[in-house]
Structures are given as C-alpha cells and as structure tokens.
C-alpha cells in the first residue's frame, strides 16, 4: 500500500502505475530533494516538533540515502511514484516510525516547488559559467584576428566591409544578455516555498525563515497558494533558454554558410563534422544543423510550460508533474549547446584570404562615397541618388566601381574628384569608422579590450 494509502480500500492499477509516476525522470532531484529534508528536519527539531535525536538520527541516514543512491546502489519502483516518496520510504525503512516523522509541516506539493528551485538555482549557476565560457571562445577568436575582413549581409546581400572580430563581437553581446536573463530569473527562482503546506500553509509552528536560512534562499514565499501553483520561475528559465538557443542557431546559420563553397570563409575542425555515407568528398557542419534543430526542441518546452499552466484552477493539480519533462530536456539541450560550442569556436580556421577577397568588391563601398558627398556638402538624398546612378552607369558599361576614370565618375558624380578613386580600399573603409560600436579597428580593439577585462 503506498504511503497516502489509509483511506483507499484497492491497489493502483498497474497501468495507472505507469501512467503517473514520475520518478523515471524526477530521479534526477535526489540530492536537492534531501538537502530540503534535512533543512525540514533540522527546523522541525528546533521548534520543538520532533525530538532532536530523531532530527539527527533523519539527518544521517538521509546522508546515506544520497551515498547509496551516487552510487547506484539504490533500488526505484514506480509503485512509490516519485523521488520524494522513495526517498521518504526509505527513510522509514531505516528508521521506522521515527523516519516516518520526516513529512510534518509539509506536503509533496511544496516539497516539490522546493526541490525545482533549489535544482534551477544550480543549473543557473552552471549555464551562466557555460555562458561565460563561450563569449571567451569568442572573444579570444576575436582577438588573434583584430585585422580579418570580411563582406558584412543586410537581406544575405554584401552590403559593407567589416572586421570578423565585429561579428563575432555581436555574439558576445547575445550572450551577455543571456547570462543577464539567466541571473535576473535567478532572484524569483531564489525564493524559498517550504511551509506552504498542499496549499493552505501549516497548523504546526514551523520556522520558514529557519530554513529559508539553512538552504541560503533570499525571502520566504508570501502566499502559501501561489507558493505550490507558482511556475513562472521555470517558464521565465526557459524563456531565456529559447532566447539563447535562437541565439546559437543564428549563430550556426552564420556557420553554415560559411562552410558552404559558395562562401568558403571557415573550416570546422574535423572533430565536430560528419561525413556521408554516400558521398565520399562530403564534410558536413551537423553540430551547427542540430542546434537549429535543437532550438525547435527548446521552443517545444517553453510551449509545453504555458500551456500546462494557463488553464489550471488554484493550487496544485497533478499537471505540474509534467513540467519537470520540459524544464529538464530544455535546460540539458541548452548545457549541451554550451558543452560543444567553446571548442568548436576554439579549433575553427579562418580562410582569411577568401573572406578578403569577398570583401574587396567595390560595390561594398558605394555608402562611403555617398558619405564622402555629403561631407562635400550635399544633400544625402542627392548623394545617394548619385551614387546609384553611378552603379548602374558602372553595370551597364560592364564595369566594376573602382574601374573608372575620374572623368567616367562624374559623368554620374559632377562633385568627383581625385579623392573618390581612392575610397575603394576595404582596409581604409574599415579603419573610418571610428564611432563607439562601429567596426573600426580602433573601436573593435576597444570591444574586445572590454571583454577580456569583463571576462577575466
Ligand atoms: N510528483 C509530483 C510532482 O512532480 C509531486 C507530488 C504531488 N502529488 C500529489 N498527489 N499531491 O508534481
């Protein structure tokens, strides 16, 4: 007979069995679930609840719990649905009624909204290093090649020259604010539910801020209801983790085309390509295709979180044991994006000599002479109409920007002079922009100098 089961006259079916447990996935919470425990206990004890001795005799064995269970040596039946009643009737397995006290003060339904957040806050913490890691891959990747050019893509068409390390810099800023979201959600995950009971709070004379205090949580929660039905914590988690996969598949799009023969500006290391089984020349970027791949799974998680929330009356309904599915898949994709990433970054190599060649098409740098005009003093509506015409004067007579004379240019640009035949060197184009966030080499240094210091 399970552990709720006085008033029930019959066993759960077999199938039911199946159908409702959760400890195939929600195993994974063993050690948060007995750091609760032991926190409980020790509160317990101290108000009085229970006998001290009882308090420590719980608190050992629970220790052993967790030993035995790292080491696989720990035995789950889907009859006793999940983690926390496994581990509770272990305990009273040891123990026998003394063990049986664990439980005072305290309903599954709390205990799990506080095993979620005490887990979350780890993985927190570990996405975050993970974060931090990749923008250095990236940052470091930046600073060996501060001087690389390449064609910059408004609508995938060349549209200005700019500095490798400038895109790869714009990743950077991505997942900086990733790591923002990451820490901002940190503070409502950091927010201790134990108390709340199934949803009405406790007759006992427990101590929350006791706990609250042993488990380093920031406040107790204030509403005992919205501490057991409250999920926001996890669906704004794994918002920010669809935010940051959508940033790792643009990311691998950027890849992707680079890899292809049409751009050929990178090759991936071997060790994060696959080859074909049919076609014996083939080196495929699947990393990068499985991450846009992967990011649809993340999507799936947050869409599966909303929509297992909006309908459900106050407080606790089963639905919620659903989340943790989710919550796990989405937070294990976004570890192991940021597992293969780094390195992938980290061992990439650059076709330098490709990516320059790309950018010296003069086209690149019609808007310098149209900005060259209106330093001249002409209306930049005129400039550009100009230099419009000029291009297509150029395309008709079957020529490229910077293989005219000075007096073919005017034909188009009365203001031309000697100057404007020069403002087709990509290095010069780059170098002019100077402005704060542009991709100058001077502001570019000034980028990765604030990284390196910020990353330290
Ligand atoms: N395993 C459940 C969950 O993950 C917690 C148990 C609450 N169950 C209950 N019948 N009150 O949400």
Redesign the pocket.
Known sequence: MAL?GGRFSSDTRDEVARYSE?ISF?KRLYKHDIDGSRAHVKMLAHAGIIPQETAEAIRSELLKIRDRIDAGDFKYDISL????MHIESALIGILGAEGARVHSGR???D??ALDLRLYLRDEIDLLIEGLRRFQKALVTMAAANPRVIMPGFTHLQHAQVVLFAHHLLAYVEMFDRDAERLADCRKRVNVMPLGSG?LAGSTLPLDRELVCKELNFERVTRNSMDGVADRDFAIELVSALAVFAMHTSRLSEDLILWCSQEFDFVELDDAFCTGSSLMPQKKNPDVCELTRGKTARVYGALSALLTLCKGLPLT?N?D??E??IAIFDAVDTAEQILAVYPPMIETMKLKEENMRKAATDPALMATDIAEKLVELGVPFRTAHHRVGSFVKWCKENNRLLNETTLEEMQITIPEATEVFLTLFDPDNSVAKRKLTGGTGFDPVADQIAYWQDRLK
Not at 81 to 84: G, M, P, V
């Open positions: 709720w959760s929600d649905e999940d983690i926390h309903s599954r339904n205990q799990v199934a606790y089963r919620l044991q989340d943790k």
